[in-house]
């Protein structure tokens, strides 16, 4: 089946730790996204990159680090700086042709600080 | 700065009425919207394009429309089911900001047997 996998789905932090949060996607897309979501909120972007190796900041990047080192793969990381990190994390994908493709999502990780 | 409302944050409805769910955006220069519905503590799943170009879209008991030049889009699911109950949450692409989708917050709805 193809699709976005995401983990873990919950994920535990202690102060002054970082954590990595796994995003695949096997539909053969250029482009990856990550959101955060709030508490009845909408979701906000944190990084995106449009190919391999290359990566841009969102609107809420900071206290956030990526890579994208292959296709199919875009970890992010959550450093020690960022200091409300509790939220619900969302990897999306699209085939990137275009800036108005349909993005398709994960099933999304939960992060929590012990 | 394009903000994107959705109103009301949540809604409760009987079995078998229509759904309208109402969305609007600050700035039309808008490339497409998106309807979205989440479950609780799930992924979104997508509903709904709309191309900026077009005014409306369909898919089963699902109707959107889009109206650019006042901002607005309706989401329309008809004769409601308990198991539409979910969030649905609205999204834009400005066309100045390359695949970044704005959100609203979400109207969560609960249909009641």
């Known amino acids: 089946d193809g699709g976005i996998t995401q983990s873990p789905k919950y994920l535990f932090r202690k102060e002054g730790q970082n954590v990595t949060l796994s995003c695949e996607q096997n539909l053969n897309h250029d482009a990856m996204y990550w959101y955060r979501q709030d508490p009845g909120q909408g979701l906000r972007l944190i990084y995106y990159s449009q190919i391999v190796n290359d990566f841009q900041k969102g609107d809420i990047a900071e206290g956030y680090s990526v890579s994208r080192e292959k296709k199919e793969s875009f970890p992010l990381t959550v450093t020690s700086a960022q200091k409300n990190p509790t939220a619900f994390y969302l990897c999306?994908?699209?085939?990137?042709?275009?800036?108005?493709?349909?993005?398709?999502f994960g099933p999304g990780t939960r992060l929590l600080v012990l | 700065k394009q903000e994107v409302t959705q109103i009301p944050a949540a809604l409760s409805v009987p079995e078998g009425e229509n759904l309208v769910l109402n969305c609007s955006f600050t700035d039309s220069a808008i490339y497409n919207l998106q309807w979205f519905r989440q479950d609780p503590g799930k992924g979104l799943t997508s509903l709904l394009l709309i191309q900026s170009s077009q005014r409306e879209q369909t898919s089963g008991r699902l109707n959107a429309s889009l109206d650019k030049s006042s901002g607005r889009s309706t989401l329309y699911i008809a004769a409601s089911q308990p198991g539409d109950s979910a969030t649905y949450l609205c999204a834009v692409i400005a066309t100045d900001s390359w695949g970044k989708l704005q959100f609203g917050a979400g109207t969560q709805v609960v249909v009641t047997p």
């Open positions: 999306a994908s699209s085939m990137g042709d275009s800036q108005s493709d349909t993005q398709y």
